[in-house]
């Protein structure tokens, strides 16, 4: 099934891992058969991958993008997940994790992200508090 997706002007985003600039206009583009797409607000650079959180995030979005190092992604990405299992006792954070596991087993590394991202809020509130 395609995927249309509308950009704005001058939005990044990635396929299979290039990195693309819109142009100066707002555009729509059809994507025709399964590509790994990110949009520049769901991608952080390593550096930003600075809390427990995002330490897990960021070797599935390697993952999705760049499957010529999966394993060295994987490595990463099963402790940061078994270390942040450890520590946290939550049981829908817990629920959560177990989820973003399933999804990367699955190779839904896109699904896997979103899911994912539900942690940093879970880390907003607790740091907040």
């Known amino acids: ?49 600075n809390t427990p959180a995002r ?16 394993d060295t992604y994987y490595q990463e990405f099963t402790a ?4 942040f299992m450890d520590t946290i006792k939550v049981p829908a954070v817990v629920e959560r994790c177990v989820i973003i596991n399933k999804e990367v087993a699955n190779q839904n590394y896109y699904g896997a992200l979103k899911s994912c991202q539900a942690l940093f809020e879970f880390e907003e509130k607790l740091l907040a508090s």
């Open 80 to 83: 940061r997940i078994e270390e």
């Open 55 to 70: 330490r897990i995030y960021f070797p599935i979005m390697m993952m999705y993008l760049d499957q010529g190092n999966f």
């Open 1 to 49: 099934m395609p995927l249309k997706i509308s950009l704005k002007p001058g939005e990044k985003f990635a396929i299979n891992g290039a990195v693309i600039t819109n142009g100066d206009r707002r555009t729509s583009m059809v994507l025709q058969n399964k590509a790994s797409i990110l949009r520049e607000r769901d991608i952080i650079q390593q550096e930003d991958a």
